[in-house]
């Protein structure tokens, strides 16, 4: 009884199928990444705007206490804003997004390369004969690698 693939699909077939795929993975990952470097996709993994957006209290009352009588230092210090939200969200979302990219990219790589090795013929050398890889239904059958010139 014959393997259920052998009659699917012949294994060049296949390593052209994940070929193609892993090109296709690789260039879009390519694309997503200078479309976000060059500002006109905005990938957004994560947000910190909303939290680190506080409203803007400008009273500073030294008699301000809380609920356990203690003066409240938050309002004694002023907002200090080093670094603008907007920015430090930008920074991190195009960093995951390139590090995403690259994984995904690694992976089409990958993909490609096993499509290639599956196109490739298989040549195993021993001594002075080389035996090709045919399909299932020949055998392998040796070829000869001596050189017969003239001397």
């Not at 052998?6 to 200078?34: A, E, P, R």
């Not at 035996?131 to 055998?139: C, D, G, I, L, V």
Request: charged share 10%; aromatic share 10%; glycine share 8%.
């Amino acid at each position: 009884m014959g393997v259920v693939y052998d009659g699917f699909m012949n294994t060049k077939i296949t390593g052209y199928i994940f070929l193609g795929t892993g090109v296709f993975i690789m260039v879009f990952s390519v694309v997503l990444v200078i479309l976000a470097f060059t500002n006109i996709i905005h990938p957004t993994y994560f947000s910190t705007s909303s939290k680190s957006a506080a409203p803007a209290t400008s009273n500073t009352d030294l008699n301000s206490l809380n609920s356990t009588g203690q003066p409240n230092l938050s309002a004694l210090l002023p907002s200090l804003n080093i670094i603008p939200p907007g920015v430090l969200d930008s920074a991190l979302n195009l960093s995951v997004h390139f590090f995403l990219m690259t994984f995904i990219g690694g992976f089409g790589y990958k993909l490609a390369m096993i499509g290639v090795n599956l196109i490739r013929p298989i040549i195993v050398k021993t001594g002075d004969k080389i035996y090709a890889a045919q399909e299932s239904n020949q055998s392998a059958q040796p070829q000869s690698t001596v050189n017969t010139e003239n001397q």
